[in-house]
C-alpha cells in the first residue's frame, strides 16, 4: 500500500465536509461546505440532488488544495450521509425530483393511519424501527397515493449517501442499515415482502437497491467521478452505513474492551446502545426508535432520537440576543451562547421543567407525535433567564434518559460527540440526570472518521474493526465527568414528574395542532 491517507464525505443536513486522515485515523484536513434545502411550507423540505453531488465534489476538491499530493497519496475513499428521506433517479441515472429529506413531514397522516390500523406494531417485529414520517418506507407510501407520476418515472430509491456512491461508482446500491431498518430485517440484514406488503408499497420493490456493506467490499471510483473529484480513476470507494452508525463508530460506540453507550448532541440528538447479538434483542411492546445493523458482524445498535437536540439553546439564545438588539445592544448569537454556556451552573437546578420538543415537525423518540411542542411547566416570578436556560439544558438531558429508558436504560459509560459536546455544563448536567459517567470524544468529524473507518477494514489497511477502534478512537478519548450526588438526587425527584406531564400533553399538541391548521386555512 503505497499511499498514507484515506479520505471520508459526510454529507449532513448543515454541511458537506471532505475529510482527509491518516492511517492510524489522525485527521489530516477537512473542507466544508454549508447545505442548502428548501422548506417552501406545507412540511415540505426538499434538497437539490444534482447541487448536493456538485458539492461533494467541489468539497474534495477544496481538500486536496489543502492537503498536498491527495490524489497520489489517497488509498480508499468512503461516503456517509444524513439518513433517511428519498432520493429518487430514473433508468438513466437522473433524479425524478428533489430529494425528500428526513425532516420532511407530508407523510405524517400515513404514520398516523399506519398507527391506527396496527401496522406500525406489525412491521415493527421486523425492522425494530417506529415508524415515521422521516422514513424512505412512509415517503413512498404517500408519493404512490399523491404522485404516482413521480413512482412511475423512478427506477432506484437511494439515500442521501447512496446518490453519492451512484455518482461515485455508478453503482446502485444502499447499506445494511438503512435497507433493514426501512423495509427489511435487522436481524438478518436483507428486505422482508412483509414490511412493504403491510404498507401497501410491495408493488414498489424494485425500487430497492443491494444492500452492500461498505467494511467488506469497495467498488472504484469512475472516469466520470474522477474528473470532478481530482481524485485518481480506480480508487477503491466505500459506501458507509447512515450517519448516525458513521458517527457513532467514529465516537466509541464500539468498543471491543467494554461497554459504552454514546449520545451525539448537535441539532438534534441521537442516543445509542449497542448490542453484539442481534438476534437476542427482545424488542419493546410501543414501537419507537431504530434497531440498525452496525458494521461488525452480528452487531446492532439500537437508538432513539430527539427531533431537536441544540435547536432548543439555539432558540433561546436568540431570544436574548433579540430582547437585547430591542433594548439597543446588538450581541453576536455565538459570543452570547459561549458567555451564557460558562453562566449556566450559577442558575438554579430545577427551576423549571422543560420539554425540549422545539422543531415544528414535533418529536419521534421515544414517541411519535408530529404534534408536540416544546414547553416551560412550574414558572414564578422567581425563575430568571439563567434559569430558564439551565432548564433548557435539564429537558435535553431528561429526553436523552427517557430515551435510554427505550432502549434498556443507560449503559456503564455514555461518549459524548456533537458540538454541545464541548459544553462541561452540559455534560455535567447529562452525567447527573442519567447518573452514568459522560466522556467526551475528541473527534471533530466522527461521521467522516467512522466512514474512513470502514474503509480501512475493507481495503485491508486495518485487520478487523476491533483493531480499528484500538488505533482510531481509543486515542481520541477524553476525562470522564462523573455525576454530582446532590444533583442527581435532585433530577431522580424531578424525571417523574417530566414523564407525567409528557405523557399527558398529547390531546393538548393536537388541539393546538387543530387551531394552527385552521388559521392557516382562514381567507
Not at 455518482?167 to 435487522?186: I, K, M, V
Not at 410491495?202 to 452492500?212: H, S, T
Not at 459561549?338 to 422545539?358: K, M, N, S
Request: proline share 6%.
Amino acid at each position: 500500500m503505497s499511499g498514507d491517507l484515506l479520505i471520508g464525505i459526510d454529507a449532513g443536513t448543515s454541511m458537506n465536509k471532505a475529510v482527509a486522515f491518516d492511517l492510524d485515523g489522525r485527521q489530516i484536513a477537512v473542507a466544508a461546505l454549508r447545505n442548502r434545502y428548501d422548506e417552501p411550507g406545507g412540511g415540505v423540505v426538499e434538497q437539490d440532488m444534482a447541487r448536493t453531488w456538485d458539492d461533494s465534489a467541489r468539497a474534495l476538491r477544496q481538500l486536496a488544495a489543502q492537503v498536498p499530493g491527495l490524489a497520489s497519496r489517497a488509498v480508499a475513499l468512503a461516503v456517509t450521509g444524513q439518513g433517511d428521506g428519498t432520493w429518487l433517479i430514473d433508468r438513466a441515472g437522473a433524479p425524478v425530483a428533489p430529494a425528500w429529506l428526513w425532516l420532511d413531514s407530508r407523510a405524517a397522516g400515513i404514520v398516523a393511519e399506519a398507527e391506527a390500523a396496527g401496522v406500525r406494531a406489525e412491521i415493527f417485529r421486523f425492522t425494530g424501527c417506529g415508524l415515521n414520517a422521516c422514513n424512505q418506507s412512509a415517503q413512498l407510501a404517500w408519493l404512490k397515493r399523491v404522485r404516482p407520476e413521480v413512482l412511475a418515472a423512478a427506477a432506484t430509491a437511494f439515500h442521501c449517501k447512496d446518490w453519492l456512491y451512484f455518482r461515485l461508482t455508478d453503482e446502485r446500491a444502499t447499506d445494511p442499515s438503512e435497507g433493514s431498518f426501512t423495509f427489511g430485517d435487522f436481524r438478518s440484514r436483507s428486505y422482508r415482502d412483509e414490511v412493504l406488503a403491510a404498507l401497501d408499497i410491495a408493488d414498489l420493490k424494485p425500487l430497492l437497491p443491494p444492500m452492500l456493506d461498505g467494511s467488506a467490499a469497495t467498488h472504484p471510483l469512475t472516469a466520470e467521478a474522477a474528473a470532478a473529484t481530482g481524485l485518481p480513476q480506480g480508487l477503491p470507494v466505500s459506501l458507509g452505513y447512515l450517519d448516525v452508525i458513521c458517527t457513532g463508530l467514529g465516537a466509541g460506540l464500539y468498543d471491543p474492551d467494554r461497554p459504552a453507550g454514546c449520545s451525539i448532541v448537535g441539532s438534534t440528538s441521537m442516543h445509542m446502545r449497542f448490542f453484539d447479538r442481534a438476534r437476542a434483542i427482545e424488542l419493546p411492546a410501543e414501537p419507537s426508535g431504530y434497531t440498525m445493523p452496525f458494521p461488525v458482524p452480528g452487531s446492532v445498535a439500537r437508538i432513539q432520537s430527539n427531533m431537536a437536540a441544540t435547536l432548543n439553546i439555539d432558540w433561546v439564545v436568540r431570544l436574548a440576543c433579540e430582547a437585547a438588539a430591542s433594548l439597543g445592544h446588538e450581541v453576536d448569537p455565538k459570543d452570547a451562547l459561549g458567555r451564557l454556556d460558562a453562566r449556566v451552573p450559577e442558575a438554579q437546578a430545577g427551576a423549571a421543567l422543560y420539554h425540549p420538543y422545539i422543531h415544528e415537525a414535533g418529536e419521534r423518540g421515544p414517541f411519535v407525535d408530529v404534534a408536540a411542542r416544546a414547553q416551560f411547566l412550574g414558572l414564578s416570578t422567581k425563575v430568571g433567564f439563567l434559569d430558564l436556560l439551565r432548564s433548557v439544558y435539564e429537558g435535553l438531558a431528561f429526553a436523552a434518559r427517557d430515551c435510554y429508558a427505550a432502549i434498556g436504560a443507560p449503559p456503564a459509560e455514555i461518549r459524548m460527540a456533537g458540538g454541545a459536546a464541548r459544553s462541561t455544563a452540559l455534560k455535567t448536567i447529562f452525567a447527573s440526570a442519567l447518573e452514568v459517567p459522560i466522556r467526551e470524544v475528541n473527534r471533530e468529524e466522527a461521521g467522516a472518521a467512522g466512514a474512513a473507518m470502514m474503509a480501512a477494514v475493507a481495503i485491508g489497511a486495518q485487520p478487523d474493526m476491533a483493531r480499528a477502534f484500538r488505533t482510531w478512537v481509543a486515542p481520541c478519548l477524553g476525562e470522564r465527568i462523573l455525576p454530582e450526588a446532590d444533583l442527581a438526587k435532585r433530577y431522580r425527584q424531578l424525571f417523574p414528574l417530566y414523564l407525567q406531564a409528557r405523557r399527558a400533553m398529547p390531546p393538548l399538541w393536537q388541539g393546538l395542532a387543530r387551531l394552527r391548521q385552521e388559521e392557516t386555512r382562514a381567507p
